[in-house]
């Protein structure tokens, strides 16, 4: 499988914003984009020309796969499924995101990142329901309860996503117990509840062209 093994602060400079790739730190004075808020490259602080709407649209779509770290084939999968369910495309699209096992696990603070959690994920360390689950893209259903194994709760990738969790913006679709350490997907996200800056419908006209 493809995997992106830069830099991942120059996808935040190349989109402009806070993709949040290296967890907590992106909440923190150290964070890339604003330290060095333009472009990575030699002409990463020229003048930059008006975007074409394409571009524009290009960008939007990059940047969701980039957050949600998912390769273009399987992003292409995701909107076809989004594109065939009720409502509006762009929304459930973003939802059928969300539902992914990985971002829940950042999510609620289980995990400094997503790909700390998708590592997570795939060591066996996750449980759904009390089953095991070691495959990141795993679509969570309201109801599902997320849990970590016992001895992984000791690991200092988890500790450290624990003292940071007061950090995220809070997420009203995940009912979480601090204490037994368990999350419960209560519903599918709505738009408006999902904190993430992009306008999804550029992706949508993208895809429909």
């Given at each position: 499988?493809?995997?992106?093994?830069?830099?991942?602060?120059?996808?935040c400079?190349?989109?402009?914003?806070?993709?949040?790739?290296?967890?907590?730190?992106?909440?923190?004075?150290?964070?890339?984009?604003?330290?060095?808020?333009?472009?990575?490259?030699?002409?990463?602080?020229?003048?930059?020309?008006?975007?074409?709407e394409?571009?524009?649209?290009?960008r939007?779509k990059?940047?969701?796969?980039?957050v949600?770290?998912?390769?273009e084939?399987?992003?292409?999968h995701?909107f076809?499924?989004?594109?065939?369910?009720?409502?509006?495309?762009?929304?459930?699209?973003?939802?059928?995101?969300?539902?992914?096992?990985?971002?829940?696990?950042?999510?609620?603070?289980?995990?400094?990142?997503?790909?700390?959690?998708?590592q997570?994920?795939?060591?066996?360390?996750?449980?759904?329901?009390g089953?095991k689950?070691?495959?990141p893209s795993?679509?969570?259903?309201?109801g599902?309860?997320?849990?970590?194994?016992?001895?992984?709760?000791?690991?200092?990738?988890?500790?450290?996503?624990?003292?940071?969790?007061?950090?995220?913006?809070?997420?009203?679709?995940?009912?979480?117990d601090?204490?037994?350490l368990?999350?419960?997907?209560?519903?599918?996200?709505s738009?408006?509840?999902?904190?993430?800056?992009?306008?999804?419908q550029?992706?949508?006209?993208?895809?429909?062209?």
């Amino acid at each position: 499988m493809a995997r992106y093994r830069d830099a991942v602060c120059k996808l935040c400079r190349r989109e402009g914003v806070k993709l949040f790739l290296k967890g907590d730190r992106c909440f923190t004075e150290k964070c890339a984009v604003e330290r060095r808020a333009y472009a990575p490259g030699e002409h990463g602080q020229g003048r930059r020309q008006k975007m074409s709407e394409y571009g524009m649209q290009l960008r939007e779509k990059q940047k969701v796969r980039r957050v949600y770290g998912v390769l273009e084939r399987q992003f292409r999968h995701y909107f076809d499924r989004a594109s065939r369910l009720e409502g509006m495309t762009g929304e459930r699209l973003m939802q059928l995101l969300e539902r992914r096992l990985d971002n829940a696990m950042y999510r609620v603070g289980f995990a400094p990142s997503r790909p700390a959690a998708r590592q997570l994920v795939r060591h066996g360390h996750v449980r759904v329901n009390g089953r095991k689950v070691n495959i990141p893209s795993f679509r969570m259903r309201p109801g599902d309860v997320l849990s970590i194994k016992e001895k992984t709760i000791q690991l200092p990738v988890v500790q450290d996503a624990l003292k940071g969790a007061e950090l995220r913006p809070k997420v009203p679709y995940f009912d979480i117990d601090r204490g037994k350490l368990t999350a419960t997907l209560t519903h599918l996200p709505s738009r408006a509840e999902i904190p993430m800056p992009v306008e999804e419908q550029l992706i949508v006209e993208l895809y429909s062209k």
